[in-house]
């Protein structure tokens, strides 16, 4: 199914310009059991309604952001560039 997927940067253009990498996951903290690993690798929660995204521009400004799509009918609510995370000491 196509549809046009706003880049944050480009504006709207056909999502076959883009690369979707799948939903957005928390990393683990620390170093991660084996079980621990594999859930954050393999496991999705892959919902039937609104979820986060990481997309990538491949055909465009080549730049990674977030989208957050409705997986039932492919709305986009929202996208935005998002920088880099900050680690904070405890």
């Not at 039937?48 to 997309?55: C, D, M, N, S």
């Not at 989208?67 to 996208?79: G, M, P, Q, S, V």
Request: net charge neutral; hydrophobic share 35%; with cysteine.
């Amino acid at each position: 199914m196509s549809f046009l997927l706003p880049c944050p940067n480009c504006g709207p253009r056909p999502v076959e310009e883009f690369s979707c990498a799948g939903e957005v996951t928390v990393r683990p903290k620390e170093r991660p059991t084996l079980r621990e690993l594999a859930t954050y690798l393999y496991f999705r929660r892959n919902v039937a309604g609104v979820q986060r995204e990481w997309w990538f521009h491949r055909l465009g400004c080549e730049l990674w952001f977030q989208a957050e799509r409705d997986t039932r009918t492919n709305e986009i609510l929202l996208t935005e560039l998002v920088g880099p995370a900050v680690r904070q000491e405890s």
